[in-house]
């Protein structure tokens, strides 16, 4: 089985401790400024355009939330003072926090909110269920506004505590205005912090100043994105570091305070020195995700998506993604995320039983596969991802398919995937990508498990069956006959094939022991303090 041969292995994690030294903070600084090495570059700056994590965690920075959802899944207010709920459910009023304003010092009014929500709906699967059941959106003044409903609409709040990127935050009605397909033209928040345009450095540096004029709600624990979001530093410095030996290096001797995601062969290595800490990144880990283009062959044939899916070992992209340790991955995973209610074991046995790569290849030839260039998409600059790609790489290749392997920085890759052009113009047939357990705990969360065609993820796989079961989803009356529905889409999906399962891993953070406080499960800036 490959693992990871772009980084080294164990070679790598052998010579971090060796690396050139890099200069330490200042210790001036140490209190007033936190450094971070974040996922990848920031390439996209809207939280609208785009699923990728790097931008969520940035659009949570500078913006804020109507609700913020708790580790208990639970949505609590955030921007909202409160709510009420009359006519049967279908007229739902909420009140603005007292002193909310943006960054630009214009107070943050309800026209803001429903322009803010109208853009974010037409790219999120969440929105689009709200938008269809929605009879009217409108700020009756300043600080309210109203929801009314064609019909009762029993995920509203959890709607608009949407954390899963396209994430739903609040923007000036100016900046929302703007076409959802484009980015804004300006990053004006009201969030703990402020994007610092003039210390940006692409490709090496993100800089974020404290708010001083934000207000914290009052009251209630501190929980993954609910509570009061208190600032504890006046500056947070990104220091993109595509590199793991530098980035672990440069951790090592205290010129950043916290990686996001060092790659497992590191780890060990980290977990030794005696200033440094680790821990889950998330109780739920990620779900790996094969993602085709069902526009082009030869994905657009079921038959041969199914072909790849039977042939898959999710044991070999997870111990690729997390290591050996098998405590640190699964397998036999389907749509959802284990443990979580809507988790289920149906029609896994496309995933369970014996792999047959001879048979495999003899179906794809049957399936309809005519020797087409396949494109695959990896990145350089993700060493997860680069990994899963490197699997994908070697499955097809053994398949039999012809593969042009096309590795580049994760902002390209981010840019490519939205092409509908034809692979041999500028296009794609797969890639490989991760997502948070919570982004994959139910139908209408989960972005690639949206079907509809042009209003589906990238890849817009067109599968009528599926949209309608998700659909079902929304409306059914309670939890049993949500499992039940969750149930039939899984054995649907692993017919259609809309995406390959790559199963379940989990991965450490590592920070400076004198960061403390740090809002678990989440990468977020506030609460975070200097010991």
Same mark, same amino acid.
């Given at each position: ?17 060796? $690396? ?116 009217? $959106? ?15 609409? =029993? ?33 004006? =928040? ?54 793991? #030996? ?100 149906? =029609? ?37 991802? #680069? ?11 053994? $398949? ?58 990238? #890849? ?60 678990? =499960? ?10």
């Amino acid at each position: 089985m490959l693992r990871r041969t772009f980084l080294g292995g164990a070679a790598a994690a052998a010579a971090a401790p060796f $690396l050139p030294a890099r200069p330490a903070l200042a210790q001036g600084d140490r209190a007033s400024v936190l450094r971070f090495v974040p996922q990848s570059d920031l390439t996209i700056v809207d939280p609208v355009t785009t699923t990728a994590y790097v931008t969520r965690n940035h659009a949570l920075m500078v913006f804020d939330q109507l609700y913020g959802l708790d580790a208990q899944f639970t949505p609590q207010p955030q921007m909202v003072e409160g709510h009420t709920v009359e006519e049967d459910g279908r007229r739902w009023t909420f009140r603005l926090r007292e002193g909310l304003s943006f960054h630009d010092g214009e107070p943050v009014r309800g026209r803001d909110c429903v322009a803010s929500i109208r853009r974010w709906a037409q790219r999120d699967s969440l929105g689009q269920a709200l938008m269809a059941r929605t009879d009217a $959106l409108e700020a009756p003044d300043d600080r309210t506004f109203v929801i009314r409903l064609k019909r009762p609409y =029993g995920l509203m709040l959890e709607t608009l505590a949407k954390l899963g990127p396209p994430v739903l935050v609040i923007m000036p009605e100016r900046l929302a205005a703007t076409d959802p397909a484009q980015q804004i033209p300006e990053l004006i =928040g009201s969030g703990p912090f402020r994007f610092n345009t003039k210390e940006r450095l692409v490709g090496a540096r993100v800089v974020y100043d404290r708010n001083p004029d934000y207000r914290p709600r009052e009251g209630g624990p501190v929980s993954w994105v609910a509570g009061p979001k208190r600032v504890h530093f006046d500056r947070v410095e990104w220091q993109v570091m595509p590199d793991p #030996g530098t980035a672990a290096a440069a951790l090592q001797n205290g010129e950043v305070d916290w990686w996001e995601n060092p790659i497992s062969d590191l780890v060990p290595t980290l977990q030794a020195h005696p200033q440094i800490a680790t821990q889950l990144a998330s109780p739920l880990g990620n779900l790996g995700t094969g993602v085709m283009n069902h526009l082009y062959p030869p994905f657009d044939k079921p038959a041969v998506r199914r072909v790849v899916l039977e042939a898959l070992s999710q044991a070999d992209f997870m111990a690729a993604a997390a290591g050996d340790d098998p405590k640190l991955w699964r397998k036999d995973v389907g749509l959802f995320t284990p443990g979580t209610a809507m988790a289920t074991d149906a =029609g896994l046995d496309v995933l369970t039983r014996p792999r047959d790569l001879a048979k495999a290849r003899r179906d794809l030839v049957a399936a309809g596969y005519k020797g087409e260039r396949v494109v695959l998409m990896s990145t350089s600059e993700n060493p997860v991802l #680069g990994a899963l790609g490197e699997i994908m790489h070697d499955l097809l290749q053994r $398949l039999g398919m012809n593969v042009q392997y096309v590795v580049s920085d994760w902002g390209t890759l981010v840019t490519r995937r939205a092409s509908k052009a034809p692979p041999d113009q500028g296009g794609w047939n797969i890639f490989n990508t991760t997502w948070t357990g919570l982004d994959m705990a139910n139908p209408v969360v989960e972005q690639v498990l949206r079907c509809g065609g042009p209003k589906g993820f990238f #890849g817009w796989p067109d599968l009528p069956e599926l949209e309608s079961l998700r659909e079902a989803w929304i409306e059914a009356p309670d939890q049993a006959a949500r499992k039940a529905i969750a149930a039939r889409m899984q054995t649907l999906a692993m017919r259609d094939v809309p995406y390959l399962p790559t199963g379940q891993y989990f991965y450490r953070t590592a920070f400076r022991r004198d960061l403390q406080d740090l809002v678990d =499960g989440q990468f977020v800036f506030w609460n975070a303090r200097r010991a």
